[in-house]
């Protein structure tokens, strides 16, 4: 009998599906089975339940009263948080030590060479733990606290930073984040003008950023708010007022970030060896110095380059946030695969959510990548 | 080009261009004078504290007077930061097997050794079973040792190893269904390598822990060591198969259009022709992807395992040594440090020798 070769793919798929279909049900059969060994179901009804622990570090208000829902969402904007921190933090620090590898300066060179090989070659958690463990434990009490600034104190509970403080007494506060809301995107506005776009179109940016002031304006005076600084102060054993950045968000930046940096210094490295030889020939032809060359013809190029890889390295960061768990910072890992693991046993629920929202992460980065790719393409670059 | 220029310099002009290059302009004159600063404050202190004013011998904290670095510690705990709770009897079979892994490893790389190819060969499939049997036991003349009692820097390359073996033929497999003409097995194989790869390692560890043993069929008892080494497995074959898919990628087209003109079959082809040409290609980004490997074996401790970075955390707590984690964790950098920067030369030099052509 002669089977055509579609036919044959046909039967092969067929094949296929049914062998995972078949791994999938004696999975799920293995599973119930031993649920019901254990007592357990699975079901997401904890998740409205009190959650009856507190955690130290939140965003947003939390009690020992709220639900495992609300403790998931703390431990969520903690991760966003220090994940941001841990980007910024360490593109500045890699985009820096990137130029030192390519100074003309062997004493610079070789010296941020080694530091990157050997922030590389160790683990992140023995960093990150370093970091929490032998740097910031060893700080003084709050009486003797360190400070760099005024009203600026660092001590073994963390450092403690002025803060404003916003009150509207007529309950109009989301006017005033409005307000702030329009200033920012001002601001990234006149950036791009600045930076991006090559030819300014005078009418459009009058426009645009004549309206955005205004918001920012009348929305900031309906709102009627009132700005106050609100100062750390020494009471008892402990600060009051201000803002307190515990210990466990710092070592997990701080961590975070000088080991993304060691691999984005590196990255831009690469880059920016990749431009053409005959760029930095045309410059120098030009009569631009070393840095002149390196700030206005190979970095701008290179980031064409680099992008895609940086963007994954971002991806780590955010991944290894969860090294929280490690020094009890609480983010989503910590809450829910940590303590909510803990109280209710529902080990394969926490985990389904902890895992969807990283493979979410992953699918709006990878749009995001596929949009951009496409942007670059088509600009005929790289 | 350079390096045809080189030789011809003399040594004097080559004494004038590097002190131009450190000196040249006011700019990088500053930048020398700073980091020749850095060096003179940093190095003396460094040196005082690790080595001059330190202490070695000795039995506890006591021994340790100078203000200098306490090794003393580090030696008392040697047994726990090399093997766990391994038997101290029992210690020689495993300095065997990493002798046995140190040898081969390095027969396998030198480009003078006739017996490479065998080596290799060795490493891959004599080598394990020997190293099981050695680091187990439970035959005669060796008594067992249960996988419970293994820890410290042991732990950390046993694990590494399993995990590579296991992860490079998986992944091997999912490079060559990634890029399988059916559409099916395609989707298949990409959603398999981006779950593991959108998961961070922290949660896949609990996964193996807390999950695992809900998969498994009733009655069949996963320990901890086991439930890791599977969650490695996986986790890593995703990304094992993003460095051999290059690898494959790199395989010219006409290999494959020879294979089949010679009337060998698909899996022939691949096991005769493509794989070991794939394979040999993919050795720089399956060794990097092993040097990360290692380096994140040591999130076992937050499941609950003791390798190194365990027992130093063990130690630290112990109210004997309080305070002394800075001569731990600095330790343990730098056996981490010497491994990682070995084997990342390695795959540079194997890199160079793959495609002889390319500037570095």
Known sequence: ?382 | MQQAIAPSRSLTSMMKSSLKATFGTPLNAAISIVMLAFFATVLPALYRWGIAAASLSGADRKACIDGGACWVFLRIRWHDLMYGSYPPTEVWRVNLVAVMLVVLIVGAFLKANPWRRQLVILLCFAFPVAASVLLLGGVPGLPYVATRFWGGLMLNVVLAFIAVAGAVPLGLVLAEARRAKDRTVRSLAIGFIELWRAAPLVTVLFMGIFILPFVMPRGFELNKFVSVAVVLVLFNSAYMAEAIRGGLQAVPRGQFQAAEALGLGFWQARWLVIWPQALRMSVPSIVNTAIDLFKDTSLVIIVGLFDMLGAVQQAVRDPQWLGLSAEGYIFVASIFLVICSLLSAMSKTIERELDPGRRE
């Open chain 1, 1 to 382: 009998m002669q089977l055509s070769g579609r036919r044959i793919g046909q039967i092969r798929q067929i094949l296929g599906l049914t062998l995972v279909a078949v791994a999938a049900v004696l999975i799920a059969i293995n599973v119930s089975g031993n649920l019901q060994l254990k007592g357990l179901s699975l079901s997401f009804d904890f998740l409205g339940r009190p959650a009856s622990f507190d955690i130290p570090f939140k965003l947003i208000d939390f009690n020992s009263r709220d639900t495992y829902a609300r403790a998931a969402l703390v431990g969520l904007l903690n991760t966003v948080l220090v994940a941001v921190l841990a980007i910024i933090t360490a593109t500045i620090v890699g985009v820096s030590f990137g130029t030192f590898l390519l100074s003309p300066n062997p004493l610079l060179r070789r010296t941020s060479m080694m530091f990157v090989e050997m922030i590389k070659n160790t683990p992140q958690l023995l960093q990150v733990l370093f970091w929490y463990v032998v740097i910031l434990r060893q700080l003084p009490s709050a009486r003797e606290s360190y400070q760099p600034l005024a009203n600026v104190y660092l001590n073994v509970r963390g450092l403690f930073l002025p803060a404003l403080q916003m009150a509207a007494p007529n309950g109009r506060l989301w006017l005033a984040w409005a307000a702030i809301g329009a200033l920012v995107a001002l601001l990234l506005y006149g950036m791009r003008q600045l930076f991006v776009v090559k030819r300014v179109e005078r009418n459009k940016l009058i426009a645009v950023a004549g309206g955005l002031a205004a918001v920012a304006v009348i929305s900031w005076w309906i709102s009627a708010v009132e700005v106050s600084l609100s100062r750390p102060e020494l009471r008892g054993f402990n600060f009051r007022g201000g803002v307190q950045i515990v210990p466990e968000l710092i070592a997990l930046w701080v961590g975070l970030a000088i080991y993304a940096s060691s691999f984005i210094a590196d990255l831009v490295r690469g880059a920016v060896l990749a431009v053409p030889k005959g760029q930095e020939e045309a410059a120098s032809a030009l009569g631009l110095k070393h840095g002149q060359t390196l700030r206005l013809v190979k970095l701008p190029q290179a980031l064409q380059i680099v992008v895609p890889p940086l963007v994954s390295q971002y991806l780590n960061i955010t991944k290894s946030s969860t090294l929280g768990i490690a020094i009890a910072y609480p983010e989503i890992m910590t809450v829910l695969g940590g303590t909510t693991l803990n109280q209710t046993g529902q080990a394969i629920e926490t985990m389904l959510i902890i895992m969807g929202v990283f493979i979410l992460l992953n699918l709006i980065v990878s749009a995001l990548m596929n949009r951009y790719n496409r942007h670059v393409a088509l600009q005929g670059h790289a």
